[in-house]
Nanobody, 118 residues
Framework: QVQLVEAGGGLVQAGGSLRLSCAASGSITSIDTMGWYRQAPGKQRELVATITDGGNTDYADSVKGRFAISRDSAKNTVYLQMNSLKPEDTAVYYC????????????WGQGTQVTVSS
């Protein structure tokens, strides 16, 4: 059983910053790509950023230059530093990881709310 636990969401004014973290725990033998997705009310879940085990990153165009994803592989933890936040960044942010226990599968966190006020 694998658990992803997010932390760091909250309420912030436009232009502010937040840092999300997500720690994976359980009988993990390996983790490949980790990432963050978000879902705003009435919208589909969308990719925000991903990072491979080799450190290669990918970002949604809407967050490039403002958000930075990083990971601490020794701690099985991924971070999302969010700067210059905008009201349109308001959403529930979900952590995702491709993990291997016996075989590979996708694991999701429970989500953390980020609200940006104008």
């Amino acid at each position: 059983q694998v658990q992803l636990v997010e932390a760091g969401g909250g309420l912030v004014q436009a232009g502010g910053s937040l840092r999300l973290s997500c720690a994976a725990s359980g009988s993990i033998t390996s983790i490949d790509t980790m990432g963050w997705y978000r879902q705003a009310p009435g919208k589909q879940r969308e990719l925000v950023a991903t990072i491979t085990d080799g450190g290669n990153t990918d970002y949604a165009d809407s967050v490039k230059g403002r958000f930075a994803i990083s990971r601490d592989s020794a701690k099985n933890t991924v971070y999302l530093q969010m700067n210059s936040l905008k009201p349109e960044d308001t959403a529930v942010y979900y952590c995702n990881a491709r993990v291997r226990v016996v075989w590979w599968y996708e694991s999701w966190g429970q989500g953390t709310q980020v609200t940006v006020s104008s």
